[in-house]
């Protein structure tokens, strides 16, 4: 029986599309919960400019007040210096980095190209090594971009491979507007496996279209054993027109369980994480 990680992301790429300010204390006993439900990867918040995403502005207040679980891995994204910075003096256990397969994207999201983009992470991977802190890899549009169109598996790549380069243990492949298809899946890991191992791999699947959970089925079949979803089925992207409806953790639980994969999380723990949230959001 294959074992399947879960990297829950809702607390952070959940609720920072949340338009209404969610409460310090709702965030942090979010958390807190999540902890409980035997998830082993929790994305906790993100150091950014609260100009930018004011719902993240309480970054460091969150890291803080968590009761810390041993078995969980607490991590927030980190886009430079000063949120690497932060997330240090926070106590963070990983950080993520992020950077796109499409130029356009990568200008209008965090205004300059993609080389530009790696450029500016050389001295955030420089600190987290200094610190021991392991540095995971995101890249965004991986099949389809919203200005762009469809993307090229051989983009996807090149990008995937100077963050591993750079010092990421795992890359994060970010379906954002969630227009893949199975197969578009199978064709960009086909490209992508023949220069990176399948465990530095990782599948980031919105639900936009319905497709996450057979796009995830596709990864699966391709050997991707960790998969990002969020709680509730939160969030998306902000920078991209109809990114949002990230996959519900509680349905990717239910249709692993179903196929007899193990992941060491609790369903009916995380249906109550859910409603839990969802009555606070309300």
Known sequence: MCEVTIFEVGPRDGLQNEEK????????????????TGLKKIEVTSF????WVPQMADAAEVMGG???NPNVAYSALTPNLIGMEKAIASGVDEVAIFAAASETFSKRNINCSIEESLQRFIPVM???????IAVRGYV??????P???EIAPSDVAQVSEALLKLGCYEISLGDTIGKAAPGDIKALLKVLLTSIPVEKLALHCHDTYERAL???TAGLDMGIRTFDSSVAGLGGCPYAKGASGNVASEAVLEMLNEQGISTGVD???LNDVASFIKNKLK
């Open 21 to 36: 300010f969610v409460d310090t204390d709702i965030k942090i006993e979010l958390i807190n919960r999540l902890s409980e």
């Open 48 to 51: 950014v400019s609260p100009k």
């Open 66 to 68: 968590i009761n810390r």
């Open 126 to 132: 420089a600190m987290a090594r200094e610190h021991n």
């Open 140 to 145: 965004s549009c991986v099949t389809h971009c």
């Open 147 to 149: 200005y762009d169109g």
């Open 214 to 216: 057979v796009n995830i």
């Open 267 to 269: 369903l009916e723990k």
